[in-house]
């Protein structure tokens, strides 16, 4: 696996890919890679010939300075977990190949990334959207992998590709959890061991929402009484706990189209997120 730094380097060897007529995959991340990330890797590998794995730890999208100073930095670590998947590149930029001197662009999807996470992470969105759009050019690779477990992030990554006519393809790959349901997570090594055993209790009690409204209860009730079951359990607080559409995110009161519920709760210092199909 070469390791690049440098947009350059990629692009030289991205060339050398499209004269054999190769399909290139691109992997986004942010490091600390987890079986999460793994998978996204497998699926690459069966959508594309060639397989770039990217890390870079974005500070544009990081609302919160601490959030970005705790953000676990384990390059080594995950060149040694990549090995054994047959990745052709790990690209790690240096900062100034993604922000340059002078770099002015913000790149905002508006409507999708108004809510949810996006009223709860000021800038966060226009972080994204802007180092995706970055990596999506620098790589120009065909398709992109992108978790569920970051729901609304997949979808406007899906719109932005769309809109500026970048062609790579966004293809969403399910959610991978612990044992227990918990949602793998870079997040979940920072939960006390007591935290940690609190933390399935968030997408048990999405289940069990899911499971009464799908069986026709009232899911404004329902999910005002998960949110408090959440919080009975040992979470902080719930920020939010929301059944939306499951392709505009607009809110829904009932299950005439495919819907998501999609959550947010503190356990600790750490902002948990997940979402389930319903
Ligand atoms: O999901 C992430 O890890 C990040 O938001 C991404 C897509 C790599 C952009 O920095």
């Known amino acids: 696996m070469k390791i690049i730094r440098s947009k350059d380097a990629l692009r030289t060897l991205r060339r050398s890919w499209i004269f054999n007529g190769e399909r290139v995959a691109v992997?986004?991340?942010m490091g600390a890679l987890h079986a999460g990330h793994l998978s996204l890797v497998?699926?690459?590998?069966?959508?594309?010939?060639?397989?770039?794995?990217t890390i870079f730890v974005n500070p544009k999208q990081f609302n919160n300075p601490g959030d970005l100073d705790n953000y676990p930095r384990t390059e080594e670590d995950d060149a040694e977990k990549l090995a054994p998947y047959g990745v052709d590149a790990l690209y790690a930029p240096t900062p100034d190949q993604i922000y340059p001197e002078g770099?002015?662009?913000?790149?905002?999807?508006?409507?999708?990334?108004?809510?949810?996470e996006g009223a709860h992470r000021p800038g966060h969105f226009d972080g994204v959207a802007t180092v995706v759009s970055k990596l999506f050019l620098q790589s120009r690779a065909d398709v992109a992998?992108?978790?569920?477990?970051?729901?609304?992030?997949?979808?406007?990554?899906?719109?932005?590709?769309?809109?500026?006519?970048?062609e790579t393809e966004v293809i969403g790959c399910p959610t991978v959890r612990e044992e227990d349901g918990l949602a793998?997570?870079?997040r979940n090594v920072r939960l006390t061991p007591e935290e940690r055993a609190i933390a399935p209790a968030l997408k048990a009690e999405m289940d069990r929402a899911a499971d009464a409204i799908r069986r026709?209860?009232?899911?404004?009730?329902v999910l005002d009484s998960a949110k408090a079951q959440i919080e009975r359990a040992g979470y902080d607080a719930v920020e939010y706990?929301?059944?939306?559409?499951?392709?505009?995110?607009?809110?829904?009161?009932?299950?005439?189209?495919?819907?998501r519920l999609?959550?947010?709760?503190?356990?600790?210092?750490?902002?948990?997120?997940?979402?389930?199909a319903i």
């Open 27 to 29: 992997v986004p991340t």
């Open 42 to 53: 497998e699926e690459a590998k069966k959508q594309a010939d060639r397989v770039i794995v």
């Open 103 to 116: 770099f002015a662009t913000n790149v905002r999807v508006s409507g999708l990334t108004e809510d949810l």
């Open 145 to 166: 992998c992108f978790g569920e477990k970051d729901y609304q992030q997949m979808l406007l990554v899906r719109r932005l590709s769309k809109d500026l006519d970048i």
């Open 184 to 186: 793998m997570s870079s």
């Open 216 to 221: 026709g209860a009232e899911p404004r009730v």
């Open 241 to 259: 706990l929301e059944m939306r559409d499951a392709e505009t995110l607009a809110p829904v009161k009932d299950l005439t189209r495919p819907a």
């Open 262 to 276: 999609l959550a947010a709760a503190m356990l600790g210092d750490v902002r948990l997120i997940d979402n389930i």
